[in-house]
């Protein structure tokens, strides 16, 4: 079993549409937990990051963790077409802050 | 300032050939990492560095020998290349207590024939 597991999509929305990306974890050790968005042909950009549990917006972006059933949600309100792109999370695991990456969701906005 | 930055951005190798990627930062960045990206397996960790002088192995180290001998350069070499090693490696860096945000290079690319 995988220390993350990420629903690889793709996932294709209208424009405007509420957008939610998920991902479960096994490892309780993880404490921070990131969120990168890749467009295509890109390297992986951080969009946001919580730490434990609780929820984080940032603009139009919500991310949300909850460590008691080691799940993560990402929520993209009013989304748009330069939202197309993979969103990977990204829990943070140990001292050495070795990021353990899911396998990305691809999602595509449509105008 | 360029962040992080890979060189070469693509490369086709035969079988057994042998190269380095090289990667640079200028953000003074203590740890720096390279990653491979597989179709449906997401990023998966061959080596990390905490500090100049030292590395380590992450989750998939085979294959790969890597070297970190100035703070901003880290080198990701193959020695014998295999057609298993096609596919496209990032470069990142971090800052010491910035938990897991880390810089991302734009990738190579690399086709093993």
């Known amino acids: 079993q995988k220390e993350v597991e990420q629903d690889p999509g793709p996932l294709s929305v209208p424009e405007g549409a509420i957008v939610s990306l998920n991902c479960t974890y096994s490892?309780?050790?993880?404490?921070?937990f990131m969120w990168y968005r890749q467009y295509s042909r890109k390297g992986p950009e951080l969009l946001m990051y919580?730490?434990?549990?609780g929820n984080k917006e940032d603009g139009r972006f919500t991310a949300q963790v909850d460590k008691s059933s080691k799940y993560i949600s990402l929520f993209i309100r009013d989304s748009q077409p330069s939202d197309s792109a993979t969103y990977l999370c990204?829990?943070?695991?140990?001292?050495?802050?070795?990021?353990?990456f899911g396998s990305g969701t691809q999602l595509t906005v449509l105008p | 300032n360029a962040g992080v930055t890979q060189t070469p951005k693509f490369r086709v190798l035969k079988t057994g050939q042998s190269m380095t990627l090289l990667c640079a930062q200028d953000?003074?960045?203590?740890?720096m990492y390279w990653y491979r990206q597989d179709p449906g397996m997401g990023l998966r960790l061959i080596h990390y560095?905490?500090?100049?002088?030292?590395?380590a192995k992450g989750e998939v180290p085979d294959g790969y020998n890597v070297s970190r001998l100035k703070k901003q350069n880290f080198l990701l070499g193959l020695e014998s290349a295999a057609p298993s090693q096609t596919s496209v490696y990032f470069c990142?860096?971090?800052?010491?207590?910035?938990?897991?945000?880390?810089?991302f290079g734009a990738g190579t690319r690399l086709s093993v024939l």
């Open positions: 990142a860096s971090r800052l010491a207590g910035t938990g897991g945000i880390q810089y």
């Open positions: 490892n309780s050790a993880f404490q921070y």
């Open positions: 919580t730490y434990s549990s």
């Open positions: 990204a829990p943070d695991r140990g001292s050495a802050r070795q990021l353990t």
């Open positions: 953000m003074n960045h203590e740890y």
């Open positions: 560095s905490v500090g100049e002088g030292t590395t």
